[in-house]
């Protein structure tokens, strides 16, 4: 992988309809290779910037810069979804490898070992030849993961990846996340409105509410991250501060509530 | 609680209900004709119909090939010209408005009048009926797939898209088995209607042709009021009809085993 790109949203707006902004002029750069949560109510529009920033979602008004440029058609930009997404007629190793078909990357031979690797790094080298209904909801989502980062992508986006599933599972595929970023140090935006999740997951978090930017939040935790720090006192006290924020309880001169 | 629900539904137990329903249909069909003694012309008891069967059986034998030759090419002409109008659909929303009103036209128009056209056109023979199994077979081909090629999970779409995928690798990869389920639907409904196209498009062919399929059969013998071999014929029809849709099933069933769990396939109508 080349260098992780950082990311520039420079008043970035996104409109459904006639003045019907779902983001609305929202600047924030993230670092190359920075863990960044953007946190928020259902409907505040972090879904929306996301897809943005991969290019899914055409922007009325404003730009998405990266450093060094990412190009989609090459697979540097991976993307997790909400539900795991699988295609049910091709096996897990299929589904793993379909972004380097598509992007047509190598030969075949080296497009199958790049997906076992992927695999592997999930931990689910033995899932290769399962269809999507005999895997459970994590190898799913696992393999989901591996199918975002087999095509080594400089930067990932994640559309709250986890929500569907347990808490066991929930901080066993938050430490997974932890470690492959560990080793590659991708540049990942992970949308989420789980707050535990952004606090243990993330270096800084963006909350929004309203399609509106409320406030960047450095996270002080610690790294490295795993699930013991969860019961920490000082994870408590920022996990009140995030929920403060999240709430609008905190002045925020110049933006209204909207009270979501 | 659902009462069915505890019920045994074993398939054994399930085939065991089939049977004894036709038996006791059968049963009761033996003891009416019987027992108001109708004449055989008008209501023949079932061991009358098995006779003339077996009397006809090589005249029927043929017939049960011919038809099921043409409604089984009728379905995979269908299943084929289908499939490709489909995907020319699934290119734009344009063509599929400007096409869809005929599509439907294909549905609407009454088979039974348009039938003689195509024997003026096509002749009496085997390949007008074909024809005509097609025209009845091609309606749920085509909606179905049309609906399976165009109906795609957004993240799926998603997915394609941001790695930048072309037309081609968009319907291959992904729309074209995304599709599978809905032809195996479609395929499923059309089975049964190929061997009613068949066999109205018999009735046109008629009596006194090279071609001899079960409707030419009904008709000759509707004019000899032989109503025993009438039903005979009526009963292969029928016959044929489940076969035809037997076959179809197995094969979606075998097909459709990649494309979900078993239970699934089996449970899909």
Redesign the interface.
């Known amino acids: 992988m080349s260098a992780a790109s950082s990311i520039e949203c420079c008043s970035v707006g996104v409109a459904f309809g006639r003045n019907d902004f779902a983001v609305s002029d929202l600047t924030l750069h993230v670092g190359g290779g920075e863990i960044i949560s953007l946190i928020g109510p259902s409907g505040c529009g972090k879904t929306t910037l996301l ?1 943005a920033i ?3 979602q055409p922007m009325t008004v404003g730009r998405v810069e990266m450093n060094p440029p990412a190009d ?2 090459r ?1 540097q ?1 991976g ?1 997790v ?3 795991p ?1 699988l ?4 096996t897990a190793l299929e589904n793993v490898q ?2 380097l ?3 047509g990357r190598g030969q075949p031979q080296e497009r199958r070992r790049a997906a076992l690797d992927a695999l592997r790094s999930v931990k689910l080298a033995d899932a290769g030849e399962k ?1 999507p ?1 005999e895997l459970s909801g994590g190898m799913q989502m696992r393999t989901s993961i591996a199918r975002a980062l087999v ?1 080594d992508p400089s930067v990932l986006l994640l559309d709250e990846p986890f929500a569907a599933l347990d808490d066991m599972l929930r901080g066993e595929l938050g430490e997974l996340l932890l470690s492959l970023w560990d080793q590659r140090r991708f540049t990942a935006v992970m949308v989420t409105h789980n707050i535990a999740e952004s606090i243990l997951l993330s270096r800084r978090i963006a909350v929004m509410r309203g399609g509106i930017l409320e406030s960047v939040l450095e996270n002080p935790i610690p790294w490295p991250r795993d699930q013991s720090q969860m019961r920490t006192a000082e994870f408590a006290a920022f996990f009140g501060v995030v929920s403060d924020h999240l709430r609008g309880a905190v002045d925020n001169p110049g933006r209204t509530p909207d009270g979501v | 609680m659902n009462p069915l629900a505890t019920e045994p539904t074993t398939r054994h137990g399930q085939w065991a209900a089939v049977l004894l329903v036709a038996a006791v249909s059968v049963g009761l069909w033996q003891l009416l004709a019987w027992g108001m003694d109708l004449p055989r012309a008008l209501l023949p008891r079932p061991n009358q119909v098995w006779e003339a069967a077996i009397e006809n059986r090589l005249a029927l034998t043929k017939a049960f090939y011919s038809t099921g030759v043409a409604a089984t090419a009728g379905l995979v002409w269908a299943i084929v010209i289908g499939s490709l109008v489909s995907v020319v659909f699934s290119l734009s929303r344009k063509i599929r408005f400007a096409f869809f009103p005929y599509v439907i036209f294909l549905q609407t128009v009454p088979i039974v009048a348009i039938a003689p056209l195509l024997i003026i056109w096509s002749g009496y023979e085997l390949r007008t009926v074909i024809i005509v199994t097609v025209i009845v077979c091609l309606f749920p081909i085509i909606n179905n797939v049309t609906a399976g090629l165009t109906a795609i999970d957004r993240q799926w779409a998603d997915l394609f898209t941001l790695y930048g995928a072309g037309r081609g690798t968009r319907l291959s990869r992904l729309q074209i088995p995304a599709a599978v389920p809905y032809l195996v639907l479609g395929a499923k409904t059309s089975a049964g209607l190929a061997v009613i196209g068949a066999i109205v498009a018999e009735f046109f062919v008629g009596n006194g042709t090279d071609y001899d399929g079960l409707g030419t059969l009904m008709t000759k013998w509707q004019g000899f009021v032989r109503t025993d071999a009438l039903m005979a014929a009526v009963f292969a029809s029928t016959l044929l009809g489940v076969l035809l849709f037997g076959a179809v099933h197995l094969i979606g069933l075998t097909l459709l085993r990649r494309w979900m769990p078993a239970d699934h396939a089996r449970a899909n109508p």
């Open positions: 897809r991969a290019g899914l989609t058609s697979g930009i993307f979804f909400q539900q997404s295609l049910p007629w091709a379909l972004p078909d598509i992007i269809r209904h095509t």
